[in-house]
């Protein structure tokens, strides 16, 4: 092995790095090779100090450094990245697995090899030396090439498309930011059930025909979500500011609504920017913080677990404690002018109170956008599992390279169309059950009404948060197919709790709810991650997951529209979805199973075969010659 590294290093020619200026070596007979590397004039190398400044920085002048230093930092790195390539190309060569092709001894027998500089229109490359043989001829004019390649990448990368450096201060941040928008987005959503029963009465109306407000709602949620394909065109920061402010002011006034139309089209505009802003947080997320996301996503999930908790109370104290579901049903109720406007103003005041979170939401999105714009990564994301699996020698580029080439178009297809149907079983099940908790609990026969059957909806929303609490530590040390199945094994027990108690148990019927509630915490983000896994999921593929998941919220509750006579049908309905979609979980899990499979006969191939290494690094290195456009 010292045999092999004394002739690298007298025959392979090495690309250093330099953080000082130095004078150029001395021509000798030596084969090594010197290659210092200038950029715009300028040698790649730490930020220098300021030369005797000793006037005070204020805060913009060190935020411009700051971003400097990262941006010079993150293109040495760069640089470094493909000289360290360059040095494993060429041991491979030096082992003799790398062979010439005949177009190449053809090009080695005039090399373009001399003393002085070549210019590469980022800087200058200077060469100096003689070159030993033809061999070396040959893997020399290969590593300058390949350098050149570097210099073009770097030169295209460093200019106005550049994308944005983000600080891990600035992820923090903008996380937190998002915690909070998808909080008020809770609020926003789980707000309306409770209040049903008083809605119903003020526009004089069944509760049948107020059910179908959840069906406008979801169905606009659904073709909402669908805005998530926009946010490749448009400023994905300034339309989720836009949606949350519109969603904060369709709040305020829905208590105020002369009929039930207008109470329509109030579900339309809400549910619209719901989906559009439901499908923009968890592909931000997922884009921050790439591969390594998973536990961000599960606390988007808790948050949200704190609004389908916060809803109910803000607005129990509210509610009107005389009339249950079914009175609204069996009885023909009408107010007085008085009582109705004495209503609208007592329910007005939690939907303020919403409304105006909602709102806090989106002037805050806006603060981070006007302290740091957000721009989204132009990099192509790599599955984590194909990323695991691959050899380390390979770059980023080079397995996302790979991954393009060996990735069957069926498997994709297959993970898409499974994973849509499971969401809409399982998503269009979990907004739908929340919807109508408190209309389910005031139809049993047991003692539960008005603020009773909100705090049972809270208990059950806390029982969610702190499930999705507990999933943030869990994504660490648990696969989330592991924690798929638990959340599908902890519905059915409450599933079948509540079949068998929920006509006569008032304590077990409380049981079964906070048990689904856990049930449901961490299901939905552990799916989103475990597909993220496997396929890139991109603003397209977000926003079909999430048009199926509100497919489901907007067909589920037409059956749901007798609830208040037949109880029973929500647990019917929660029965087969959480099956269907654990039945629909396990072929998908299989079908990745297989794939995972074939990916590992890849990397036994690679780690045979060192010459495909080298072919895959040619082929990416290839590509990076030309900028992107």
């Known amino acids: 092995m010292d045999k092999i590294n004394n002739e690298i290093g007298s025959t392979i020619p090495v690309v250093s790095m330099v953080d000082e200026i130095k004078p150029p070596p001395q021509s000798s007979t030596s084969s090594k090779i010197a290659i210092p590397l200038v950029i715009n004039g300028k040698e790649c190398s730490k930020m220098e100090q300021k030369n005797g400044s000793n006037s005070v920085e204020t805060d913009e002048e060190r935020r411009l450094r700051e971003e400097q230093e990262i941006a010079e930092r993150n293109e040495l790195s760069m640089i470094r990245m493909l000289v360290r390539h360059n040095q494993q190309i060429g041991i491979v060569g030096n082992m003799n697995i790398f062979k010439p092709s005949a177009e190449d001894e053809r090009k080695k027998q005039v090399p373009d090899i001399s003393s002085g500089s070549i ?43 550049q994308t944005q450096v983000m600080t891990k201060r600035y992820k923090l941040i903008t996380s937190a930011v998002l915690w909070f928008c998808y909080y008020s987005l809770a609020l926003n959503d789980y707000i309306f059930g409770p209040t049903f029963n008083d809605l119903s009465l003020i526009l004089g109306v069944s509760f049948d025909r107020i059910a179908y407000f959840v069906v406008y709602r979801q169905l606009a949620y659904t073709f909402g979500s669908l805005g998530g394909i926009a946010f490749d065109y448009v400023n994905r920061q300034l339309f989720l500011i ?40 968890h592909v931000w997320i997922l884009e921050m913080f790439q591969n390594g996301g998973g536990p961000l996503l599960q606390a988007l999930h808790f948050s949200f677990g704190l609004g389908i908790a916060s809803a109910p109370l803000i607005s129990a104290q509210f509610l009107d404690e005389s009339e249950g579901c079914s009175a609204s049903v069996n009885d023909e109720i009408i107010l007085s002018d008085y009582e109705i406007q004495h209503r609208r103003q007592t329910l007005f005041i939690p939907y ?43 770059t980023r580029s080079e397995k996302i390279e790979l991954w393009k080439r060996s990735l069957p178009s069926f498997y994709i297809i297959s993970i898409i169309i499974l994973g849509s149907v499971m969401l809409w079983s399982y998503y269009g099940l979990e907004v739908t059950f929340f919807q109508f908790l408190a209309q389910f609990s005031n139809a049993v026969p047991l003692p539960i009404h008005g603020s009773m059957s909100a705090n049972l909806e809270a208990a059950t929303g806390s029982a969610y948060a702190i499930g999705g609490l507990l999933a943030i530590w869990a994504s660490f040390q648990i696969h989330p197919e592991n924690m798929i199945y638990l959340n599908f094994i902890l519905m059915n027990i409450g599933n079948y709790i509540l079949l068998k108690c929920s006509e006569t148990s008032l304590p ?83 079908i990745t199973k297989i794939r995972q499979r074939q990916v ?15 072919k895959i690094k040619q082929r990416t290195l290839s590509q990076l010659s030309y900028a992107p456009q």
């Open 600 to 614: 590992k006969l890849i990397q036994d191939r690679l780690m045979k075969n060192p010459a495909m290494l080298v």
């Open 508 to 590: 077990w019927f409380w049981v079964g709810n906070i048990v689904i509630g856990f049930g449901f915490s961490s299901c939905y983000a552990t799916a989103y991650t475990f597909l993220e896994h496997q396929i890139n999921v991109t603003n397209v593929i977000g926003s079909i997951f999430l048009f199926a998941g509100g497919a489901g919220t907007a067909i589920f509750p037409i059956l749901l529209a007798e609830i208040c006579s037949k109880p029973l049908y929500l647990i019917y309905l929660s029965i087969f979805c959480s099956n269907l979609a654990l039945l629909l979980f396990v072929v998908m899990h299989f």
């Open 352 to 394: 303020l109170i919403t409304g105006l979170i909602v709102s806090a939401g989106g002037i805050i999105l806006l603060g981070l956008y006007l302290y740091k714009s957000y721009i989204p990564p132009q990099e192509r994301k790599l599955p984590a599992s194909f990323d695991q699996q691959m050899p380390k020698q390979l």
């Open 242 to 281: 836009a949606l949350l402010l519109l969603s904060g002011a369709s709040l305020m006034v829905t208590p105020y609504v002369p009929d039930v139309g207008w109470l329509f089209l109030i579900a339309v505009v809400n549910g619209f920017a719901a989906g559009a802003c439901d499908v923009g947080f």
């Open 119 to 161: 210019s590469d229109g980022l800087g200058s490359i200077s060469v100096a030396g003689s070159i030993a043989s033809s061999d070396e001829a040959f893997f020399h004019q290969y590593q300058r090439e390949d350098l050149r390649r570097t210099v073009s990448m770097v030169s295209w990368g460093s200019g106005p498309a």
